[in-house]
């Protein structure tokens, strides 16, 4: 009997991803001393968004899940990896297989994302960001919304919910419920950049603007760390 043809499956590892920027030392976007990853490309359109650059689908830099998951390893004293953006969920297949790499060699590595949506859609949207969500172990869900800003720990608005997706990070729930704040990161080529969630609207314009009185230009784009 001639056998069925089998369907095309994607090698593990091999969805490559949209980058916009990445951190490798951060922490004030979750618990601990994280690297960030922040990815291109958001379907949403939040009045206020601190991320206007890493909307577009288009830009961004490609990186594969093995150099990611390389650079990730290297970093030795981290807690784990936050994911922002963009929207981390357009490319959750990708995130998820780099889970799986850097677990591969740190099983013990924490996972935070981001998502403009909530969880209940998540887990309506499909096997690529439920495995994400499985992969987790904190999302902060919901769009931004300014009108509803507030000075919150790791998120901007109050509509936003921290929901823990394991018991790793329950503890640090039960802390005051304040911003974190933002940090300033000057990498290896001077280049300064930030990150955090800014405490009241407006603040990286004002930042921006500050810094721009001192002849200093924010980073926004995607560099390699290695
Ligand atoms: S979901 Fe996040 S990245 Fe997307 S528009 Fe809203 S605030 Fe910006």
Redesign the pocket.
């Known amino acids: 009997m001639t056998p069925l043809p089998q369907p095309r499956v994607r090698p593990r590892g091999a969805t490559p991803l949209s980058v916009a920027r990445t951190l490798d030392r951060c922490t004030v976007l979750g618990p601990g001393n994280r690297a960030v990853i922040w990815v291109q490309g958001?379907?949403?359109?939040?009045q206020?968004?601190?991320?206007?650059e890493?909307?577009p689908f288009e830009g961004g830099t490609s990186r594969s899940v093995a150099e990611l998951a390389d650079w990730l390893c290297a970093l030795g004293d981290i807690e784990g990896v936050t994911f922002?953006?963009?929207?981390p969920f357009s490319q959750a297949r990708g995130l998820a297989e780099l889970l799986d790499a850097v677990r591969e060699r740190r099983p013990d590595f924490g996972a935070l994302a981001?998502?403009?949506?909530r969880h209940e859609a998540l887990r309506r949207g499909g096997p690529d960001r439920i495995a994400l969500l499985e992969r987790l172990d904190l999302l902060v869900d919901g769009?931004?919304v300014a009108a509803r800003h507030a000075s919150l720990r790791w998120r901007?608005s109050d509509n936003q919910r921290l929901i823990p997706l394991t018991d790793r990070y329950t503890r640090f729930l039960d802390e005051p419920d304040t911003t974190a704040g933002i940090e300033l990161s000057v990498a290896a080529g001077g280049a300064l950049s930030w990150s955090g969630v800014p405490p009241t609207p407006g603040f990286r314009r004002r930042l921006e603007e500050r810094l721009a009185a001192r002849g200093f230009v924010l980073h926004t784009e995607a560099r390699r760390e290695r």
Do not use: I, Q
């Open positions: 958001c379907p949403l359109r939040c206020g968004c601190v991320a206007a890493t909307l922002s953006g963009g929207e981001y998502s403009g949506f769009p931004y901007g």
